[in-house]
């Protein structure tokens, strides 16, 4: 798919986005509801056709989550992508980019420098992250862009695990 037209379409949008997700959640809690409601009625009935129409349900929540998992890994793939920082969610960082890219870092993945390794401080990241999905979808962000950026990770946990001090040392 075309992450460019997707973003452009969801602003687009926007109202008809968010009013998905309401009913996409309040859709999940009803239907749990009415499983557990069918459960009690049927349980007098037919205990295992109750005890199967739980299991079934059970079995393709799980079907469901490895969906959604995969999708979701597969998507948080494509957001560590440079092509997706650059031009899909960092638009307003237009000028930052294109120095980027004839910089002698453009061979080194954004989230490296900007996230790093661990499991910390890539949830810190996605947080803040979708902090600035709210922020371009609504025009919040201070203009231009304030640096430095108090929240990043400390440059001696990123930076430098390429330019150490001591390398240019004699």
């Not at 973003?7 to 009803?30: K, P, T």
């Not at 440079?82 to 899909?88: K, R």
């Not at 990241?125 to 609504?138: D, E, I, N, R, T």
Request: a negative charge.
């Amino acid at each position: 798919g075309d992450a460019g037209a997707t973003a452009a379409n969801i602003l687009a949008h926007q109202s008809l986005f968010r009013a998905h997700i309401a009913v996409g959640f309040v859709a999940e809690l009803l239907f749990i509801a009415t499983v557990f409601a069918l459960y009690h009625l049927l349980k007098d009935v037919g205990r295992p056709l109750a005890i199967g129409m739980v299991l079934l349900v059970l079995g393709l929540t799980v079907v469901n989550a490895v969906i959604l998992g995969s999708t979701s890994f597969l998507a948080v793939e494509h957001m560590d992508s440079v092509s997706f920082c650059g031009t899909t969610c960092h638009t307003v960082m237009q000028p930052e980019y294109t120095a980027y890219q004839g910089s002698p870092h453009s061979r080194v993945g954004c989230v490296e420098c900007h996230i790093g390794p661990g499991a910390s401080w890539f949830v810190k990241s996605k947080l803040s992250g979708s902090w600035q999905v709210v922020s371009v979808a609504f025009d919040l962000y201070p203009r231009p862009i304030e640096t430095p950026v108090h929240n990043l990770r400390p440059a001696r946990e990123t930076c430098e695990e390429c330019h150490w001090p001591q390398k240019f040392v004699s």
